[in-house]
């Protein structure tokens, strides 16, 4: 090949064709997703459409998203492309393919750039003298003109500076895998699992009016205990973040309520309870290390079974309050097998709270980004503080965390 014709910027064709190579590559077939974001970006710059290669726009376009998605609460865009970037090092790293054409995807960017490689040099065949060294260059003089640099050359640093692109995308994920997947992480061990993860809600006992006409109650005489028809709002709204969040990682799951849920449904596969404290599954939560006890007021949060200063002294009849806790659990429970996560604040305000804790990139990256290494591997207890304004969730923070092994 002559230095022009190294120099010849590829063409759709063989860009195309270097890209379906890559994509079939062992290094690229068991993710569907890395394929998704590189099939897309590609077809996107050489359609000249550079306004798509936007986060927002390649999560709608590629991944499916909905029209509201926003990047701040989903980080799928920019941790599959850091992925994307891992796995072309890898695949250019075992000898990639033949082709003489390299896609690369410079660390902080979603355009493609597509490098044509320098020929290998010719080898001389059998009783053909080789070509003789070249001369050594004559020292220029003041007057002489400067020289240019050959094409080929240009060609060679494009490809030698997309090298350490590619070396930098692997030393920045080593470097920020930590902080940048958190919240891919956190539920990794459920959507490692192919069975559909279970959602369950609780009821909520209330009493309410024997009589279904809506006539004013003036005794106790005229209520009854309604155990199993009423969820919180709270719980509601947690149920709801929880499996937004599942559908946005296009992993399967079942809702349930209450009593529909038994111990061979949390035997089956993994589950998130959500609003716990006040159900039959407050049993499995007890033998943690943080617990909401409520047999006792003011209701709160122990520690070993001992009180703290996580607890609700003013907390009305009416369960209003600006303040609340909650626990996030998450664990390898060792009766069910299967991996649990429990959602519960001691009012619904803080169950809420700490579900949009979990499925929130941003809060996540905050919280977890110095945890202890290990942790993915880990069970974990986290302790929120929720501030609570106009009746929502508005700030919520971790006062306490505590990590074990599996099995312990």
Same mark, same amino acid.
């Given at each position: 090949?002559?230095? %022009?014709?190294?120099?010849?910027?590829?063409?759709? %064709?063989?860009?195309? #064709?270097?890209?379906?190579?890559?994509?079939?590559?062992?290094?690229?077939?068991?993710?569907?997703?890395?394929?998704?974001?590189?099939?897309?970006?590609?077809? $996107?710059?050489?359609?000249?459409?550079?306004?798509?290669?936007?986060?927002? /726009?390649?999560?709608?376009?590629?991944?499916?998203?909905?029209?509201?998605?926003?990047?701040?609460?989903?980080?799928?865009?920019?941790?599959?492309?850091?992925?994307?970037?891992?796995?072309?090092?890898?695949?250019?790293?075992?000898?990639?393919?033949?082709?003489?054409?390299?896609?690369?995807?410079?660390?902080?960017?979603?355009?493609?750039?597509?490098? &044509?490689?320098?020929?290998?040099?010719?080898?001389?065949?059998?009783?053909?003298? !080789?070509?003789?060294?070249?001369?050594?260059?004559?020292?220029?003089?003041?007057?002489?003109?400067?020289?240019?640099?050959?094409?080929?050359?240009?060609?060679?640093?494009?490809?030698?500076?997309?090298?350490?692109? @590619?070396?930098?995308?692997?030393?920045? &994920?080593?470097?920020?895998?930590?902080?940048?997947?958190?919240?891919?992480?956190? *539920?990794?061990?459920?959507?490692?699992?192919?069975?559909?993860?279970?959602?369950?809600?609780?009821?909520?006992?209330?009493?309410?009016?024997?009589?279904?006409?809506? /006539? !004013?109650?003036?005794? @106790?005489?005229?209520?009854?205990?309604?155990? =199993?028809?009423?969820?919180?709002?709270? =719980?509601?709204?947690?149920?709801?973040?929880?499996?937004?969040?599942?559908?946005?990682?296009?992993?399967?799951?079942?809702?349930?309520?209450?009593?529909?849920?038994?111990?061979? =449904?949390?035997?089956?596969?993994?589950?998130?309870?959500?609003?716990?404290?006040?159900?039959? *599954?407050?049993?499995?939560?007890?033998?943690?290390?943080?617990?909401? $006890?409520?047999?006792?007021?003011?209701?709160?949060?122990?520690?070993?079974?001992?009180?703290?200063? *996580?607890?609700?002294?003013?907390?009305?009849? =009416?369960?209003? #309050?600006?303040?609340?806790?909650?626990?996030?659990?998450?664990?390898?429970? !060792?009766?069910?097998? $299967?991996?649990?996560?429990?959602?519960?604040?001691?009012?619904?305000?803080?169950?809420?709270?700490?579900?949009?804790?979990?499925?929130? %990139?941003?809060?996540?990256?905050? %919280?977890?980004?110095?945890?202890?290494?290990?942790?993915? &591997?880990?069970? @974990?207890?986290?302790?929120?503080?929720?501030?609570?304004?106009?009746?929502?969730?508005?700030?919520?923070?971790?006062?306490?965390?505590?990590? *074990?092994?599996?099995?312990?």
């Amino acid at each position: 090949m002559t230095p %022009a014709a190294e120099s010849t910027p590829p063409s759709p %064709a063989e860009i195309r #064709t270097v890209l379906g190579q890559i994509l079939t590559a062992k290094e690229f077939r068991a993710s569907h997703r890395c394929q998704a974001l590189l099939r897309y970006v590609v077809e $996107a710059s050489l359609q000249g459409q550079a306004e798509a290669l936007k986060e927002r /726009t390649i999560g709608i376009e590629a991944f499916g998203r909905p029209a509201a998605y926003e990047p701040s609460d989903d980080a799928s865009v920019r941790v599959t492309a850091s992925e994307v970037r891992r796995r072309l090092a890898a695949h250019y790293g075992a000898g990639g393919d033949a082709y003489p054409i390299r896609i690369v995807l410079p660390v902080g960017s979603y355009m493609p750039q597509f490098v &044509r490689l320098p020929a290998p040099a010719a080898t001389p065949s059998r009783g053909q003298p !080789p070509d003789p060294p070249p001369l050594p260059a004559a020292t220029p003089t003041a007057a002489a003109a400067p020289r240019h640099r050959p094409r080929w050359a240009w060609a060679l640093g494009i490809a030698a500076a997309a090298g350490l692109a @590619l070396l930098a995308a692997i030393l920045l &994920r080593r470097s920020t895998v930590g902080a940048a997947m958190p919240l891919q992480a956190f *539920w990794e061990p459920m959507l490692a699992s192919p069975n559909p993860v279970l959602v369950g809600g609780a009821y909520v006992p209330v009493y309410g009016p024997k009589a279904l006409t809506p /006539t !004013p109650v003036h005794h @106790l005489r005229d209520l009854v205990l309604l155990p =199993d028809q009423f969820v919180g709002g709270g =719980d509601l709204i947690a149920a709801a973040r929880v499996a937004a969040l599942l559908a946005r990682f296009h992993h399967s799951f079942r809702l349930e309520m209450g009593t529909q849920i038994n111990f061979g =449904d949390l035997r089956a596969g993994p589950a998130v309870l959500v609003g716990y404290a006040y159900t039959q *599954w407050r049993e499995i939560a007890s033998g943690f290390r943080y617990f909401i $006890a409520t047999a006792h007021t003011p209701f709160g949060i122990t520690d070993r079974g001992r009180p703290t200063a *996580w607890n609700l002294p003013r907390l009305g009849a =009416d369960r209003h #309050t600006n303040l609340d806790y909650a626990i996030v659990s998450r664990v390898w429970d !060792p009766d069910t097998r $299967a991996m649990l996560l429990e959602v519960a604040g001691i009012t619904q305000y803080g169950t809420a709270g700490a579900a949009e804790f979990i499925t929130s %990139a941003a809060q996540l990256d905050a %919280a977890l980004g110095r945890a202890p290494a290990g942790w993915r &591997r880990e069970n @974990l207890q986290l302790v929120l503080r929720v501030r609570v304004i106009a009746r929502a969730p508005a700030r919520v923070r971790v006062v306490a965390a505590y990590y *074990w092994p599996r099995g312990h």
